[in-house]
């Protein structure tokens, strides 16, 4: 079955290292996000790529970046850990699908700490 | 800008009936969504309506949109406890172009036995 993964699940690092979260979907989609969940904020976008070698900034850009090197896969580096990225971190995946109102799939999410 | 606006918090009893609401500030809304994640899980996409639509009902499901004053509600019917999560409305201008959402904040719904 086509899935969406992300790793790790749990993450805790120091103030300053670089992070990369991984990002993986196999149902051949063509658009990824990422977003973080704090309380009371919800989910706000983080990045997002329509396509490979695509990406473009969400609200919540600053400290982060993204690469896309191939369809399956969006990676999200931290560049340099600050303690107010501590969150649980979600990768999701839409397809350019005939489904008009175009879900997005969630992965299962990556708590990172950041001490 | 847009900004999406729940309450934070709800709780009922088994079998009663839930109603989550939601407000949103962008009038050019195309599809308005419930999200559910339950806990230590990724969002589930529930139902969605188009903004054409005035009700949707799916199982035990109906989802109520007054565009008029931007509200959104979600009414789940004979409530389990296995409904317990946290939902979140969300809505896009244009879900073909990428879908970008915009999220409530989420309701967790607690529902007790």
């Known amino acids: 079955d086509a899935e969406i993964t992300q790793s790790p699940r749990h993450k805790i690092t120091e103030t300053g290292r670089q992070v990369t979260l991984a990002c993986h979907q196999t149902?051949?989609?063509?658009?990824m996000f990422w977003y973080r969940q704090d309380l009371g904020h919800g989910l706000r976008l983080i990045h997002y790529?329509?396509?490979?070698?695509?990406?473009n900034k969400g609200e919540v850009s600053d400290g982060y970046s993204v690469s896309r090197s191939n369809t399956e896969d969006l990676p999200l580096t931290l560049e340099s850990a600050a303690s107010s990225q501590t969150s649980v971190y979600f990768c999701a995946s839409s397809g350019v699908a005939a489904l008009s109102y175009n879900e997005q799939f969630f992965g299962p999410g990556t708590r990172l700490t950041v001490l | 800008g847009e900004d999406v606006e729940q309450s934070l918090f709800l709780s009922v009893r088994e079998g009663d009936s839930s109603v989550i609401n939601c407000t949103y500030t962008?009038?050019?809304?195309?599809?308005l969504y419930w999200y559910k994640q339950e806990p230590g899980a990724g969002l589930q996409l529930l139902t969605y309506i188009f903004s054409n639509m005035d009700m949707k009902q799916d199982q035990r499901l109906t989802v109520l949109l007054n565009k008029k004053d931007k509200h959104l509600s979600l009414r789940i019917a004979d409530t389990q406890t296995g409904d317990s999560a946290i939902y979140f409305c969300?809505?896009?201008?244009?879900?073909?172009?990428?879908?970008?959402?915009?999220f409530g904040g989420g309701t967790r719904l607690m529902v007790k036995p």
């Open positions: 969300a809505e896009t201008l244009c879900p073909r172009a990428g879908n970008m959402l915009t």
């Open positions: 962008d009038s050019s809304s195309t599809y």
């Open positions: 149902w051949n989609h063509n658009n």
């Open positions: 790529s329509y396509g490979v070698q695509d990406t």
